[in-house]
Structure formats: C-alpha cells, structure tokens
C-alpha cells in the first residue's frame, strides 16, 4: 500500500508524525488534496481544516488557524499557527473541542464556516 509520511507543527510542538493513505489542507485558493507521489508544491495554508486517512482507514480532523505546507520526495509538512486536534468518536469531549476551536479561529476571517464544519464532523 501507498503511503505517504505527514508531519503536522505547531509552536508548541509536533502534534502527529506518521504515515497516511492521503491528506486534505485548507489552501489559500480552496481545499486540496494530496495523495503518494504528490508533485512538490509549497502554499500557503487558510484557517480550516485539516482531514487526513491513516494506513488503518480511520480519519483525523486537526483544525488550524493558518499557516504553510510543503509537498515533497512523499512528505507532506504543515507548519501552522495553532491548531485542535477533533475527537475521533462523539463524546465528552466534543465541547471543550468546540471551545477550544472557538479560541483558536478568533481571529480568522472565515471562522463561521469553520465552525460549521466542525461542528458537521463532531456530529
């Protein structure tokens, strides 16, 4: 199987390193994807957020508030402002992740639509 090796930081530090099936990002321009074999690429990254399939099949969210990604050589390195990594299943903790999404997008242009985004995938 195609892999391709994702690392995604913040200020405060990594907060995943590790092989996906594929990665959607926020791009300044529209939401991209990027599969193995990606061609090299750099872009600027818009609040939104970031979907990613791990080898097993199961999906990540990370909400981010802006930043830069590179593509290349299967690598994909988002460096980004902040970040909130979403709960996989519906639980406990979907408010404090709401809250914490709210903090974060606070300062970004197109925050209503984040959040509504969010919320859909928070179920």
């Given at each position: 199987?195609?892999?391709l090796?994702?690392?995604l930081?913040?200020p405060?530090?990594?907060?995943?390193?590790?092989?996906?099936?594929?990665?959607?990002?926020?791009?300044e321009?529209g939401?991209?994807?990027?599969?193995p074999?990606?061609?090299?690429?750099?872009t600027?990254?818009?609040?939104?957020?970031?979907?990613?399939?791990?080898?097993?099949g199961?999906?990540?969210?990370?909400?981010?508030n802006?930043?830069?990604?590179?593509?290349?050589?299967?690598?994909?390195?988002?460096?980004?402002?902040?970040?909130?990594?979403l709960?996989?299943?519906?639980?406990?903790?979907?408010?404090?992740a709401?809250?914490?999404?709210?903090?974060?997008l606070?300062?970004?242009?197109?925050?209503?639509?984040?959040?509504?985004?969010?919320?859909?995938?928070?179920?």
């Amino acid at each position: 199987m195609e892999s391709l090796k994702l690392e995604l930081i913040t200020p405060d530090g990594r907060i995943f390193c590790g092989d996906v099936k594929e990665v959607l990002l926020p791009g300044e321009e529209g939401e991209f994807g990027v599969l193995p074999q990606h061609a090299s690429l750099f872009t600027l990254l818009s609040g939104g957020i970031i979907e990613f399939t791990k080898l097993d099949g199961s999906i990540e969210n990370v909400v981010i508030n802006g930043g830069n990604v590179t593509v290349e050589d299967n690598r994909v390195i988002a460096l980004v402002n902040g970040a909130v990594v979403l709960p996989e299943h519906q639980n406990g903790d979907t408010a404090k992740a709401l809250e914490e999404v709210q903090k974060l997008l606070e300062k970004v242009s197109n925050n209503g639509t984040i959040l509504a985004s969010v919320q859909s995938k928070l179920g």
